[in-house]
């Protein structure tokens, strides 16, 4: 089976820009949840959706949406970017319902923002 | 709100030695998930090994295993063998049982160096 895919892996972006990352989950899972990792702060959890349904939001402010596909691929959206917004994002799938199995990640969308 | 203490920003260890990993946790619930990952340069989120809150039994994976301790919310990974290869970030998480979330709660992680 194929992992989970993120694309695109680098970015750069001007403040005040909007950026769109997305999330292509392993097949057949279900839940894909998006975390944000920066050295100070470590890992954050942004969101995760099931079923094309946020299910659960970190707390992070407004500017930063998602979006799950009935294929259960999800894209992330940060507008208005800010210096602080530069961080590693990655992205995780689950078998939802199976919950001992744990989460996959991917690769992660390194963005920076200037 | 639950929270995950990873009190060894470093850790070092020879190659073919055996080495622990410290993670502790607060949280309210008694039933739980928690889990290991290694992060190496290549930036990967590896799941190591995982252990639910109601077995009693410690997890094993090859050289990885566990000290699970419930009542003390511990939850300590030791590498047995140490390889070149297992030098990373390493983070805890915990995960509810409750309401069907995959959210994960990550400690700050420790960062393992393999000497040759």
């Known amino acids: 089976k194929a992992g989970v895919t993120q694309t695109p892996r680098y970015l750069i972006k001007t403040r005040g820009q909007q950026v769109t990352l997305s999330c292509s989950p392993i097949?057949?899972?279900?839940?894909v949840s998006w975390y944000q990792q920066t050295p100070g702060q470590g890992l954050q959890f942004l969101f995760e959706?099931?079923?094309?349904?946020?299910?659960n939001k970190g707390n992070f402010p407004g500017r930063f949406s998602g979006r799950q596909f009935s294929n259960s691929r999800s894209e992330m959206n940060v507008s208005t970017l800010e210096l602080g917004d530069s961080a590693l994002y990655l992205c995780a799938s689950s078998l939802a319902g199976q919950g001992t199995k744990g989460a996959f990640f991917g690769q992660g969308t390194r963005l920076t923002v200037v | 709100a639950q929270t995950v203490t990873q009190s060894q920003p470093e850790m070092s260890v020879q190659e073919a030695e055996t080495v622990t990993l410290s993670c502790t946790y607060d949280?309210?619930?008694?039933?739980?998930?928690l889990f290991w990952y290694k992060q190496p340069p290549s930036r990967q989120m590896i799941l190591v090994i995982r252990q639910e809150a109601y077995k009693q039994q410690n997890a094993t994976e090859n050289r990885f295993s566990v000290n699970f301790q419930k009542a003390a919310k511990s939850f300590s990974l030791k590498i047995s063998d140490s390889q070149l290869g297992d030098a990373a970030m390493y983070f805890c998480?915990?995960?509810?049982?409750?309401?069907?979330?995959?959210?994960?709660?990550f400690g700050k992680g420790t960062k393992l160096t393999v000497n040759p």
């Open positions: 959706y099931f079923s094309e349904t946020q299910r």
């Open positions: 949280t309210s619930e008694s039933d739980y998930y």
């Open positions: 998480a915990y995960r509810s049982a409750q309401g069907g979330s995959e959210k994960l709660v």
């Open positions: 097949s057949g899972h279900r839940s």
